[in-house]
């Protein structure tokens, strides 16, 4: 199975440039799974929902879907990408997830990062899909970005079965792409972190953003490991082959069930 990321430099506020840079990025890439950064049409820093709210677009009947629908079709590919979606006056921080066959889902960011809280509405709710892909079955979760610091977004979308978590991005602190081989390991999953690269400056502020793209096996180990300055798709392959056992004695998907019926710990994990 082939995996992906594509790690570029979103224009800011330049969706139809951006359009144009992730089709011709896209089109280059053939049967795999593909992630692409966090708000990759609209770059990422604003001050408002006021400063973004014209520049974000319905999920699935905007156009950045119907693109990606398009290419996903033409070159065998499910991508997920991250995207401000917009749903009546209000915008989320989304992703979206494409086949061949078409929209499958959406995810709205749960953890807000920074300056974030003042522009987007809080997501509720995981999601983990069912993809069929080069006559595998697979269940994808989705995660963007500051979710990752949470270890119980990744514990949760594990516990719903998924066997990837696609992670969208556009990390700024150095942290991330040290703890998600951790994150791969407790949960016995892939996990596929797409981040941007380049620095973005709005009123006051710059942010510089760290790429680093990584992606790593249930075995804590880096399948791909971009630096900061990378700029691409850059692919790996591997089997999706998860083995929960941890030792002879240990199985996580068992001994987690264990934990979960403790007593004492029953009422600190809602599932
Ligand atoms: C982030 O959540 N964009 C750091």
């Given at each position: 199975m082939k995996l992906s990321v594509l790690q570029f430099n979103p224009i800011h506020k330049n969706v139809q440039k951006n359009y144009e840079l992730i089709e011709n990025y896209l089109l280059s890439l053939k049967d795999s799974i593909v992630v692409l950064p966090e708000l990759a049409t609209t770059g990422y820093l604003f001050e408002s929902r006021e400063e973004i709210i014209d520049l974000a677009e319905e999920?699935?009947?905007?156009h950045f879907t119907k693109l990606l629908e398009n290419i996903a079709k033409k070159n065998n590919l499910v991508i997920v990408s991250g995207v401000a979606e917009r749903d009546g006056e209000k915008v989320f921080n989304s992703s979206l997830l494409v086949s061949k066959s078409g929209f499958i889902g959406k995810y709205r960011k749960i953890n807000l990062f920074y300056k974030e809280k003042n522009v987007f509405e809080e997501g509720e709710k995981l999601e983990v899909f069912d993809v069929n892909f080069m006559d595998q079955s697979l269940r994808i979760g989705v995660m963007i970005c500051f979710d990752w610091f949470f270890p119980e977004i990744s514990r949760k979308l594990k516990l719903m079965g998924a066997q990837i978590i696609a992670h969208p991005s556009n990390l700024v602190l150095p942290y991330c792409p040290k703890a998600m081989p951790i994150r791969a390991l407790e949960n016995k999953l892939y996990t596929i972190t797409a981040n941007r690269i380049g620095m973005e400056k709005n009123q006051n502020e710059t942010l510089k953003f760290i790429g680093q793209s990584v992606i790593c096996s249930p075995k804590a180990e880096y399948l791909l490991k971009l630096n900061e300055n990378d700029e691409g798709i850059f692919s790996i392959e591997t089997d999706i082959i998860i083995n929960e056992n941890i030792t002879k004695y240990n199985n996580l998907s068992q001994d987690l069930k264990k934990l979960y019926e403790k007593e004492q710990l029953r009422s600190n994990f809602k599932r």
């Open positions: 999920v699935p009947n905007g």
